[in-house]
């Protein structure tokens, strides 16, 4: 909790910190997945006993973008959401997980380095998701995959509230 009795408008530590924090979660799109207050989730929705899945991702590469163009000429907006993680560990499993995630339509719940949830894909991923198998050429180098995900939708990303990622927490398989 930050100590605001002086009056200062500063960030208080560990706040507005870049990066994703070590998780990303994905799940198969379903309309209203989440209820939304403006631009916050309240509650599950469309989501309640669906499955979903999580993955560890490490390093300063994983990003969340969003970049929203309002054309007041043509009247048109849009929002891309760009998602970049980098999963470690190479395996069939895994490989068997991403053909299965890269054939359909999917959405994603990312978590923050600040430790705030955000539902990305709220109209699905419906432009483009890539997967990209590495090994490195050195024993430093990762081993593993790039994952990008790009969707576009009109407004921005919804944050989940507490209540709503304990209950989103939950379906993680």
């Given at each position: 909790m930050c100590d605001t009795s002086i009056g200062a408008n500063r960030l208080c530590r560990n706040q507005g910190q870049g990066g994703l924090s070590?998780?990303?979660y994905f799940f198969n799109y379903v309309e209203d997945a989440f209820t939304l207050t403006g631009r916050l989730a309240t509650a599950l929705d469309g989501l309640t006993g669906q499955t979903v899945y999580k993955y560890v991702i490490k390093?300063?590469?994983?990003?969340?973008?969003?970049?929203?163009?309002?054309?007041?000429?043509?009247?048109?907006?849009?929002?891309t959401q760009t998602l970049v993680t980098q999963l470690?560990?190479?395996?069939?499993?895994?490989?068997v997980e991403l053909d299965a995630l890269l054939e359909?339509?999917?959405?994603?719940?990312?978590?923050?380095a600040n430790g705030e949830y955000?539902?990305?894909?709220?109209?699905?991923?419906?432009?483009?998701s890539t997967a990209q198998a590495i090994t490195g050429g050195a024993s430093t180098d990762?081993?593993?995959y790039n994952?990008?995900?790009?969707?576009?939708?009109?407004?921005?990303?919804?944050?989940?509230d507490a209540t709503t990622v304990t209950a989103f927490l939950a379906l993680v398989a």
């Amino acid at each position: 909790m930050c100590d605001t009795s002086i009056g200062a408008n500063r960030l208080c530590r560990n706040q507005g910190q870049g990066g994703l924090s070590g998780e990303v979660y994905f799940f198969n799109y379903v309309e209203d997945a989440f209820t939304l207050t403006g631009r916050l989730a309240t509650a599950l929705d469309g989501l309640t006993g669906q499955t979903v899945y999580k993955y560890v991702i490490k390093g300063d590469s994983n990003t969340f973008e969003e970049n929203i163009v309002s054309d007041h000429k043509t009247g048109s907006k849009v929002n891309t959401q760009t998602l970049v993680t980098q999963l470690f560990r190479q395996d069939s499993a895994t490989s068997v997980e991403l053909d299965a995630l890269l054939e359909s339509n999917v959405s994603a719940v990312v978590k923050d380095a600040n430790g705030e949830y955000r539902w990305m894909g709220e109209d699905g991923i419906n432009v483009t998701s890539t997967a990209q198998a590495i090994t490195g050429g050195a024993s430093t180098d990762t081993n593993g995959y790039n994952v990008t995900l790009v969707a576009e939708t009109l407004k921005s990303a919804p944050f989940l509230d507490a209540t709503t990622v304990t209950a989103f927490l939950a379906l993680v398989a």
